[in-house]
């Protein structure tokens, strides 16, 4: 259900007239759009920065957890549930230099133990390179480096609510190109509110005239069929205008079974208030498999930081512990041999600075020699 503002003084009736009435003739003229656009553009340009909170209630089916397992790959005979429900937290953070971090704390199953088990992730785009952290939820955690853009990590199907409200048409983050977004003929109602319901390829966002057009549902859409269906309720804050205050974010399958579903409340947020630099850099605890694939690096991380070189071929899928405990095949080899040559060149510059001492003496004694002849 959408809100619909406690302080507008018009009767519902009169406003289901206005909302159809700027649905109607100034929608034919083409201008309705462009104040949509318009409003949009402010709204982008006057949110600097954003800090958002939230608690979720996530429902999740076998469909889902199947439909992520890459094919081959299950190592359990125990299937996920029919469907499953927990709690869940996450955070979304957009900053003025487009710096974008997303974290999640909830669940997600585990084929080798056979049941839903805490899951949490950390993703940080920092402007040039974008790090997936995995602190629990796997056998060890681990942490996925890669060139990327904003975009990349802003457009996650979980905090779309938050982008389809802030930055909708943003050239770094938005959901939506410019030229794309039409209008259709369609009479949107959520509630008792009448919407303008406008189209951007296969997806179709229904947003209120009466409050600043902001978005109250969308669809998208694969192959003709519902594929994700969001509704947005609102606060209005005295200073930012309307905000997010809840949402429920549902996806379907191509026959139409739910795959998931998030029913989200805003517990916290900030508007263009400070954003630390360091929500953006992450902190690897001890044992952890970083895999930079910008510079082709594989490490774990050890006590103090230090880091375990992890050779191709190295790790079998069972020696995590090995390879952690131990140094990487042929380093001590590799140590005496560099020692080795350590020494070498130590003997070689030792007897050419003794010869060199000693040349030097003999060319003293030849001088006085000379100097003492008759």
Not at 76 to 104: G, I, L
Not at 204 to 224: E, I
Request: charged letters at 25%.
């Amino acid at each position: 259900m959408c809100a619909v503002p406690s302080q507008y003084t018009l009767s519902l009736g009169l406003a289901a007239l206005l909302a159809m009435a700027l649905k109607g003739s100034r929608v034919e003229g083409g201008a309705n759009l462009q104040e949509v656009l318009s409003a949009w553009k402010a709204r982008q340009a006057s949110t600097k920065s954003i800090d958002f909170k939230w608690s979720a209630l996530e429902t999740r089916t076998k469909f889902e957890t199947e439909a992520l397992r890459p094919p081959g790959t299950r190592t359990s005979p125990v299937s996920p549930p029919d469907q499953a429900t927990f709690k869940a937290s996450m955070r979304f953070v957009v900053e003025s230099k487009r710096r974008v971090r997303f974290d999640y704390d909830g669940q997600n199953w585990s084929d080798s133990q056979g049941k839903y088990v805490p899951f949490r992730t950390l993703e940080v785009f920092d402007g040039s390179a974008r790090t997936v952290f995995f602190p629990i939820g796997h056998e060890f955690p681990s942490a996925h480096i890669t060139k990327a853009e904003a975009a990349t990590s802003a457009r996650d199907v979980r905090s779309l609510p938050l982008l389809l409200l802030y930055y909708p048409i943003d050239a770094s983050l938005g959901q939506f190109r410019v030229d794309d977004v039409k209008f259709t003929d369609q009479k949107g109602i959520v509630g008792e509110t009448h919407c303008l319901v406008l189209k951007h390829n296969e997806e179709s966002l229904w947003v209120d005239p009466a409050m600043d057009f902001v978005p109250l549902r969308y669809y998208q859409y694969r192959k003709g069929a519902i594929h994700r269906h969001i509704e947005l309720s609102y606060t209005q804050d005295k200073v930012h205008g309307w905000t997010a205050k809840s949402w429920k974010n549902v996806s379907f399958g191509p026959s139409g079974d739910l795959l998931d579903s998030m029913t989200s409340t805003v517990t916290e947020y900030k508007i263009n208030e400070g954003i630390s630099d360091g929500d953006f850099v992450l902190t690897y605890p001890s044992g952890t498999w970083v895999n930079n694939h910008m510079t082709k690096d594989r490490y774990l991380v050890r006590e103090g930081g230090s880091k375990r070189p992890i050779l191709d071929g190295e790790y079998n899928g069972s020696n995590y512990e090995t390879i952690l405990r131990t140094e990487p095949p042929g380093s001590s080899s590799r140590f005496w041999t560099i020692a080795g040559i350590a020494i070498a060149l130590a003997v070689l510059l030792g007897g050419a600075l003794f010869f060199y001492k000693r040349a030097k003496l003999h060319k003293t004694d030849f001088v006085i020699h000379i100097s003492r002849l008759p």
